[in-house]
């Protein structure tokens, strides 16, 4: 069983709009590590948030922000006001059991986001 | 401050010959990680160090497959011999586990495009 799914191949947004991209995770364990990074075409990896199980508010950096429901399952990715930089693929990943010496990370197959002007 | 130094950026190579990839991780971090990226098999976790000691390598694909990471500025993943089905791009990522609070995030270098033919 996938550990993380990523639902949409790709999405369309028009610039300065927000959007949503999806990311369900599944893990027995109470104590996880979640994470999206950000692939531009040019094919570096980069770090944009991280959500970790026991927090109590979800994670914000800058335009990115986590929706975080943890019933759910569910760590969507929220950009706001879109920018033709942001044009990239957007891969969620997650780290469990969080914590110790196990850092490795299960990443989705990713999903495609193309920004419109 | 430099990131993770991958090299070569690219490398084109014959079937059965040996291919050598190498990474500077940032300075300071404690964990090293190698990533193949595949269209079919998405971001795959090759293996991984802490403190320069391998730790996880259930993740390399077979025994052609071989790292090392001699000391904590420098690590090799060597492919002998090498056939098409590896080509890919290999990512090696670095991380602290030291700080407290860290969201241990993992930092990608820009990875090696190997050509197998």
């Known amino acids: 069983a996938q550990k993380i799914t990523q639902t949409q191949p790709g999405m369309f947004v028009q610039e300065k709009e927000a959007v949503t991209l999806d990311c369900t995770y599944d893990?027995?364990?109470?104590?996880?590590?979640l994470f999206w990074y950000k692939q531009p075409s040019s094919g570096e990896m980069i770090f944009l948030i991280y959500?970790?199980?026991?927090?109590?508010q979800n994670a914000t950096e800058g335009r990115y922000s986590l929706n975080f429901q943890k019933a759910r399952k569910s760590a969507n990715l929220v950009i706001s006001a879109s920018q033709l930089g942001d044009s990239a693929m957007y891969f969620c990943?997650?780290?469990?059991?969080?914590?110790?010496?196990?850092?490795?990370?299960?990443f989705g197959k990713g999903t495609l986001l193309t920004v419109n002007p | 401050d430099a990131g993770v130094i991958q090299s070569p950026r690219h490398e084109v190579t014959e079937m059965g010959q040996e291919v050598t990839l190498r990474c500077k991780p940032i300075?300071?971090?404690?964990?090293l990680f190698w990533y193949r990226q595949t269209m079919m098999r998405g971001l795959e976790l090759l293996i991984y160090f802490n403190n320069n000691v391998p730790i996880d390598d259930s993740g390399m694909p077979e025994d052609r497959f071989s790292a090392k990471m001699p000391n904590a500025s420098f690590s090799t993943l060597k492919i002998q011999p090498s056939e098409p089905r590896d080509s890919a791009v290999y990512f090696c990522a670095s991380m602290t586990s030291l700080g407290r609070g860290s969201s241990y995030e993992q930092y990608f270098g820009p990875g090696t495009r190997l050509t197998v033919t």
């Open positions: 959500q970790g199980s026991y927090d109590q």
């Open positions: 893990t027995s364990d109470p104590s996880y590590g």
């Open positions: 300075s300071g971090h404690n964990s």
């Open positions: 990943a997650m780290r469990e059991p969080y914590g110790g010496s196990n850092y490795k990370l299960t």
